[in-house]
């Protein structure tokens, strides 16, 4: 016998990435994983992505149309793709013997700001999923996507928003959050370039939240942010196996590595401004264009020499013509800075929260890097995380030395600044 929903049980977020619900057998798979949550007595709400790469398609559908598609048509476009995924698992899911039923993201009550592509969730009302669930029913809400009263429009949240979607909806049912994907957890490095890295049991927000943010593709990195502010805890996991993944929270008492993990990315664009007037208000004039278009900026970097000073900062691919209009902007200004476009670089980054207290990891990691005849164009740091700049063609060899020098395949070694 199946024990009867009651509100006072509890209510578990599951996620399911794309790669988790790209084929029909695989849908069946995920609803198969909410029916046996919901057979335990729990709650049970699914948020999937979109079968496969049906996003990428679709994107790549709109741009064959239109150069540049309209933000709040592209919104319309892409938010398809999550509403296929969850109407079929809310069928296969009826399969299996449980009631299920679908609902689109402003139908959940998802309520967003109006930035289409990039809109951000603003609060939840979850009348329907609530009620749902208090009939019994496994609920499905379609990820990445939201809606905006001010527009009356539907938005999606950026990608990997899905993520975001399962944060936010665990916030307000109090529930907790599982995301389910191809990877099992959270790793010392991308597994795939370094056959060594090890799976982490543990890592707090902050740390999580610079890992996302210098490449680690596990987690998105806003839906970390919603994560901290509502402190959610993540459990990322197989969505193949039972296994424990990797808890993303703030445990007491929970040990800080010296070096958690090496991190890289290999998608951004550095935008070099030079001839930039070296007076207030430069700056001010630049981010404030590049804020305008809604650009997510990383690496900021400005020294200034006589009369003049240079400008940089990464921009991610898909935000270059963003940040190209907002330098054109910009130049009403400043006057003719010159602007040059690096995309032969990537980054590679160490993170760690015991940094903050350990000197000598800087050195050690540009003594590895040296020593591997690799240069560094440009460094940045943050308490817990130190960044460089280096030839894309460099990346990978980077990253496994550094993985190697600091021990991160070892746990007992693990980090050591030695
Ligand atoms: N389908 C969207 C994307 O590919 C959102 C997601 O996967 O979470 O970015
Ligand atoms: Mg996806």
């Known amino acids: 016998m199946q024990p009867e929903p009651n509100a006072e049980l509890d209510t578990v977020v599951m996620k399911f990435g794309g790669s988790s619900v790209a084929e029909p057998k695989q849908i069946r798979h995920v609803a198969q994983r909410l029916v046996a949550a919901r057979e335990r007595g729990l709650r049970v709400v699914g948020t999937v992505s979109a079968m496969g790469s049906t996003t990428d398609s679709l994107l790549e559908l709109a741009r064959r149309v239109s150069p540049s598609p309209h933000p709040r048509e592209l919104d319309m476009l892409l938010s398809t793709g999550e509403r296929v995924a969850c109407a079929l698992v ?9 009631e299920a039923v679908s609902f689109t993201g402003s139908q959940a009550g998802i309520l967003t700001d109006a930035v289409h592509t990039k809109a951000k969730i603003r609060e939840i009302t ?11 029913k496994i609920v499905l809400v379609a990820g990445f996507q939201g809606f905006s009263r001010d527009t009356m429009d539907v938005t999606t949240l950026g990608r990997g928003g899905t993520d975001a979607t399962a944060v936010a909806l665990a916030a307000a049912l109090g529930a907790s959050c599982e995301i389910y994907s191809d990877v099992p957890g959270v790793f010392t490095a991308d597994p795939r370039m370094v056959p060594e890295a090890r799976k982490l049991s543990q890592v707090s927000y902050e740390e999580m939240l610079e890992m996302a943010a210098s490449g680690a593709r596990v987690l998105m990195l806003r839906a970390v942010e919603l994560a901290r502010g509502r402190q959610v805890p993540i459990h990322a996991r197989s969505s193949f196996s039972d296994e424990p993944g990797t808890w993303v929270q703030d445990a007491p008492g929970m040990e800080q590595p010296i070096v958690s993990a090496v991190t890289h990315s290999v998608d951004e664009v550095l935008f070099v401004l030079r001839d930039v007037p070296d007076r207030p208000g430069s700056a001010a004039a630049v981010f404030e264009a590049v804020a305008a278009e809604h650009v997510n900026v990383d690496t900021v970097l400005q020294n200034s ?3 003049t000073a240079e400008l940089s900062f990464s921009v991610p691919l898909d935000d270059v013509p963003g940040a190209r209009l907002a ?3 910009a130049r009403s ?10 995309a032969d670089l990537g980054t590679v980054s160490l993170v760690g ?3 903050r207290s350990h000197p000598g990891v800087a050195a050690k990691m540009f003594r590895t890097l040296a020593d591997d005849e690799i240069n560094i164009s440009l460094i940045s ?6 960044t460089v700049m280096i030839p ?6 980077a990253v496994r030395a550094l993985h190697a020098a600091f021990g991160l395949g070892d746990e007992a070694t693990a980090g050591a600044a030695g």
């Open 90 to 98: 809310a069928m296969a899911v009826h399969d299996f013997g449980q």
């Open 126 to 136: 979850p009348v329907r999923v609530l009620s749902a669930l208090d009939d019994g």
């Open 305 to 307: 020499a006589l009369e």
């Open 327 to 329: 330098v054109e902007r």
């Open 333 to 342: 200004t400043l006057g003719p800075v010159a602007l040059e476009e690096l």
């Open 353 to 355: 929260a015991g940094m």
């Open 381 to 386: 740091t943050s308490p817990i995380k130190i």
């Open 392 to 397: 894309r063609a460099d990346v990978e060899r």
